[in-house]
């Protein structure tokens, strides 16, 4: 059963599949070529140098700074950061996760809203570990031959493969979404955390969504549109 959440007004669901993430088909404006693949939209820059602000600079002011990253073509990273762990050790981010400055803020206030609330409700107990998969890397979707850059390939995107409790539960997408008819426990952990990162990222595609994301939770800030539509499934 597939669901779609959009926020901010609609008609962009199609847009919302071409435009993001690790999915979707090569999608072609400028004469064979996307706009990210000729120039970096604007958006990405403004985005970035707004967290560097006062705001993004209080939240990051404790996370490991990273060389930029200049390329190849127009991917990379101003000021990537290196995230390792959230809430000053509280739960880990297994292997540090390459990230620019608005996923590095987004992935801190997801962890402590939308995860521990989710994983105490259901277990009793907080999430210490979180298992990245796909963090920064210059790459088409899916890493299919001619489809469009990915998220990744600007540092706006994570993917998340399982999640540790502190008793050593692991709780993998993988095998958690679908147990026991979608209504265990691990199941409704996931389910929850899945609908909830809706209000955080403005990409969040999971087991529902296509084939790619079938072991894990991707979620990704980018910009499908000016009215600022999320696209989640
Ligand atoms: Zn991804």
Not at 164 to 181: H, N, T, Y
Request: charged share 20%.
């Amino acid at each position: 059963m597939g669901r779609t959440y959009l926020k901010h007004g609609a008609l962009a669901l199609m847009l919302g599949i071409l435009l993001s993430a690790c999915s979707g088909p090569s999608f072609n404006m400028f004469g064979g070529q996307s706009r990210d693949e000729v120039e970096r939209n604007r958006w990405r820059d403004e985005a970035e140098m707004q967290c560097l602000g006062l705001k993004g600079a209080m939240v990051t002011a404790f996370v490991d700074r990273k060389a930029p990253i200049n390329g190849p073509g127009v991917c990379g990273i101003r000021q990537p950061f290196s995230l390792s762990s959230v809430g000053m050790g509280l739960a880990d981010i297994k292997p540090a996760a390459t990230l620019n400055c608005q996923m590095v803020v987004a992935v801190q206030h997801w962890l402590r809203t939308v995860v521990q609330p989710a994983a105490l409700i259901r277990f009793g107990q907080p999430v210490v570990e979180v298992k990245n998969i796909a963090s920064y890397g210059c790459r088409t979707r899916n890493n299919e031959r001619g489809a469009k850059l990915s998220e990744h390939s600007f540092g706006n995107a994570i993917d998340i493969a399982a999640f540790k409790l502190a008793g050593g539960r692991e709780i993998s997408v993988k095998d958690g979404w679908d147990s026991f008819f979608g209504i265990s426990r691990e199941a409704g952990f996931l389910r929850a955390v899945h609908r909830e990162s809706c209000d955080i990222f403005t990409t969040v595609l999971g087991p529902e969504s296509d084939r790619h994301h079938q072991d894990h939770l991707h979620l990704d800030l980018a910009q499908h549109n000016s009215q600022g539509t999320h696209y989640c499934k």
